[in-house]
């Protein structure tokens, strides 16, 4: 079942005894981006914290109706599924720390209830029994230099992960402008060999270098207003180039 908006609104956020009012903040900013509203925090109440509604910019109201509570068990009361985040990995023979990576965790809109995305201290993480009071663990994959990311960056990437996936909204370019066609990509490639042919390269790199601007014609994307000016700009360097050889002649 998905959510009525279509996004993420039936995932919480708990954050377990955050240690920097900023990092509530920078949450409370990033969920609004994403759809989510419920965030939920474990220990002492950051939201009067002039530094956590700064940096929450637009999201003032994900942060002052955030939820405050004394433990994580009570925090997860209302929950139908908890997912903890980690970036401590235990080995093949772990119990306590085998997780599940990121692009690997089931659809949360396709579970009835509440799913919750649990992240702990931004110096230390959640603990094993913090851990265990959840249905799983996850974590982001990172380099093996550092694998320890920010707490906000963390929710981030979680929930940007899990909109582009899970989300039911279309269009996440936001954007009205209208796709280059196949006719006027072609139009640019045929006033670009005309170029090619105009210009002293050697017979045998002609086709490679009329293959290479096909090549990435075919491999951007263009808007219509992009591709327009890129015939315009080329149509004037052959133009150009026929003016010169009438004029040399």
Same mark, same amino acid.
């Given at each position: 079942? #998905?959510?009525? /908006?279509?996004?993420? &609104?039936?995932? =919480? ?8 009012? %900023? !990092? ?46 004394? #433990?994580?068990? /009570?925090?997860?009361? &209302?929950?139908? =599924? ?8 235990? %080995? !093949? ?49 990172? /380099? ?106």
């Amino acid at each position: 079942m #998905t959510g009525e /908006s279509g996004e993420l &609104d039936r995932l =919480a956020i708990v954050l377990v005894e955050p240690e920097t009012p %900023g !990092n509530v903040g920078f949450t409370a900013r990033v969920m609004a981006n994403f759809g989510v509203s419920d965030l939920r925090i474990v220990g002492t109440d950051p939201r009067g914290e002039e530094e956590a509604q700064i940096y929450s910019v637009n999201a003032l109201g994900v942060l002052e109706s955030a939820r405050i509570f004394d #433990t994580l068990g /009570s925090a997860l009361g &209302d929950i139908h =599924a908890s997912w903890a985040a980690t970036a401590r990995i235990g %080995g !093949n023979h772990s119990v306590t720390r085998a997780v599940v990576p990121l692009p690997e965790l089931p659809d949360p809109l396709s579970l009835d209830g509440r799913v919750a995305l649990v992240f702990g201290r931004e110096s230390s993480g959640l603990t094993n029994e913090e851990i265990s009071v959840c249905d799983l663990a996850f974590s982001i994959p990172v /380099s093996e230099r550092y694998t320890s990311l920010n707490l906000s960056h963390a929710v981030a990437v979680t929930l940007y992960h899990m909109f582009v996936r899970y989300s039911d909204v279309e269009d996440f370019s936001r954007s009205s402008a209208r796709p280059a066609n196949r006719r006027e990509k072609e139009q640019a490639k045929i006033f670009f060999d005309e170029v090619v042919d105009m210009i002293p390269f050697r017979d045998f790199r002609r086709p490679l270098v009329k293959q290479v601007f096909a090549n990435l014609l075919g491999r951007s994307y263009l808007t219509g207003r992009e591709v327009t000016t890129l015939i315009g700009a080329v149509r004037k360097i052959r133009d150009s180039l026929r003016e010169w050889e009438n004029h040399s002649a």
